[in-house]
């Protein structure tokens, strides 16, 4: 069945609400232009907007405006949303978070997890032309493509035999994919890989149109796909997206269609909330200082992940520093702690407020079963703070030098006023010198996995959604030898916790591995992000994954 990222500021601005919100998730791209009103799209609210399409049309609000529709270029969650709509993949994440079959209609695993053999339903492109195995293997094929693959998606297919080899083609010639039918296709791996269909469900894999390649700037403006939803003409860029439901799909959608508002200029949701207390919207973000009106308005969402009401429990993303623990002075548990419980996280979230987030004093969120009760220096605590560099202090050798920290962060106007932020903390608890540094995003991760760069702005987010996603934040982050483990975390039982840890499997050897992470302090916690989304009573069917993903071909209207 389917279905379907120093000057202490004390106000912030506009401007870096927007910038922090914007790291908060997972795109990295930027809105494309300010909405413009056209002759076609009449302003609603004091921004533009489109006139209903039908009796069954949901209203939707967007933040921004998707960087790109065109499955090859993903960079942001609002992207993700439009394609997953409009695409179907092999397989997909069903709300409960189970595997379910897609454009495959079944598949088996052989050669004890070696072997996936994929059966594909008879599928057609939104324009009549038909969707092939073909045409499933040139996406995977393409998701490898060094050139084009999607920033943080490198090793969606890195188990495929064949997907090492210095040539993307080389994964067909050695077996890694086959096209043997019509409509079978086999992936064949190096190695098992337990989250596989988990990562076959990337909207960045789904299958594309002849016109992708003979015409990619038509396709990008209105992409054509094999999903519940098409395209109800182009998009238009910093105004809005038409999504008409398809009826020839296997299970068409229990709406009309979905338009997609964008209010790139609303950075403090005003407008939106406003719209939506008119009518005008059925589901968008709200401003924070508004979330006791929504309760009592609207209600809340049933256990935080599905239903009408507001949503504002923190999902699957955490800003956060990290210190590389193998370089001195960092190598030190003890000062790593210091600095940590020096950070007064409330207090910066205030500060930040009207960006959505909350202080976090663990990894996972509390909707990945993450548990730091046990975790001291997780929380402002300048007392712990002081022991803590104090004995630090004394284990140093007499008549060392106190080194100077240096934080180094991606350039960005909410990076730096988190950074200044921190900085300041620390100078004041624990009486250290602070540097700041800011880099471009590239030269950022080449100095962190040099170890040139020992305390820096850790990102992190479940890149799975579903009961895979605290595995798919910790795995990376924390498995010795594996390229995105920047903190260089080498704990041998760490490697013994994250082969018990499956997709699925029991939480609490996720809350161990996490409590070893954080008792170690290699890893400083700083900021959740809430949704803060509000569904609109005459919504039905609505759901929230961890990641911030929910399926519109399953809502419908009271």
């Known amino acids: 069945m389917r279905s379907s990222r120093r000057c202490r500021a004390t106000h912030p601005s506009a401007a870096l609400a927007l910038a922090l919100s914007l790291l908060l998730t997972a795109g990295c791209g930027d809105p494309e232009g300010e909405a413009t009103a056209t002759a076609d799209t009449p302003a609603i609210g004091g921004v533009p907007g489109v006139p209903e399409r039908g009796p069954t049309t949901i209203r939707v609000g967007l933040g921004r405006d998707p960087t790109s529709i065109d499955p090859r270029h993903l960079a942001d969650d609002e992207g993700e949303q439009i394609v997953r709509a409009l695409f179907d993949g092999l397989v997909d994440i069903e709300p409960d978070g189970s595997v379910a079959a897609a454009a495959a209609t079944s598949w088996t695993i052989e050669d004890d997890g070696l072997t996936y053999r994929f059966l594909l339903r008879d599928d057609r492109f939104h324009d009549g032309t038909p969707v092939t195995a073909t045409d499933h293997a040139a996406a995977l ?39 043997v039918a019509r409509r079978e296709l086999v992936l ?38 094999n999903g519940p939803f098409r395209m109800l003409g182009p998009r238009e860029p910093g105004a809005f997206i038409r999504l008409t439901a398809n009826t020839a799909h296997p299970r068409p959608p229990g709406v009309d269609g979905i338009v997609l508002q964008v209010y790139a200029t609303d950075v403090d949701r005003q407008q939106r909330w406003a719209d939506l207390l008119a009518g005008r919207l059925q589901i968008t973000a709200i401003p924070p200082e508004q979330r006791d009106e929504a309760r009592e308005r609207f209600g809340v969402a ?25 370089v001195a002075p960092f190598d030190d548990p ?11 996280r409330e207090a910066m979230a205030l500060e930040l407020a009207a960006a959505g987030v909350e202080p976090a ?46 934080l180094t962060y991606p ?21 250290l010198d602070v540097r700041l540094q800011s880099r471009d995003l590239g030269a950022l991760v080449r100095a962190v996995t040099a170890g040139e760069a020992p305390l820096f702005r850790y990102g992190m987010r479940a890149a799975l959604g579903g009961d ?29 916790l994250l082969g018990a840890l499956r997709a699925g499997g029991d939480p609490q050897i996720a809350r161990t591995l996490e409590a070893a992470v954080l008792d170690a302090a290699a890893v400083v916690p700083l900021l959740w992000s809430r949704p803060d989304l509000v569904v609109h009573p005459d919504v039905v069917g609505f759901h929230l994954d961890v990641t911030g993903r929910w399926w519109p071909e399953l809502l419908r209207l009271r």
């Open 188 to 225: 064949r791996l190096a190695r098992p890989d337990p989250l596989l269909l988990h990562r076959l469900a990337d909207p960045v894999l789904v299958p594309l149109p002849s016109l992708a390649r003979t015409d990619p700037a038509a396709f990008a403006r209105e992409p054509i796909g």
């Open 361 to 406: 004093d663990a990894i996972l969120a509390p909707a990945l079963g993450g548990s730091a009760n046990g975790c001291a220096h997780c929380r402002y605590d300048p007392d712990l703070a002081a022991q803590s560099i104090a004995d630090w202090r004394a284990s140093l050798p007499e008549g060392a030098e106190e080194p100077q920290v240096t």
């Open 411 to 431: 350039r960005g106007e909410g990076h730096v006023a988190i950074a200044e932020r921190i900085a300041a903390d620390v100078e004041r608890v624990l009486a």
């Open 141 to 179: 094929l393409g998701a490898l493509d060094p050139d084009r693959a999607p920033f943080f998606r490198q090793d969606l297919l890195a188990a495929l035999l064949g997907a090492d080899a210095e040539e993307v083609q080389d994964v067909v010639t050695t077996g890694g994919i086959e096209v």
């Open 468 to 496: 895979a996603a605290a595995l798919s934040l910790l795995d990376p982050a924390f498995r010795p030898g594996a390229t995105q483990n920047w903190v260089r975390w080498s704990d041998p039982a760490s490697v013994e």
């Open 334 to 344: 003890v000062l790593r702690r210091a600095v940590s419980a020096a950070i007064d």
């Open 302 to 326: 049933f256990e935080g992940r599905r239903g009408r009401g507001l949503y504002e429990e923190p999902g699957a993303s955490v800003y956060a520093y990290g210190f590389a623990t193998d």
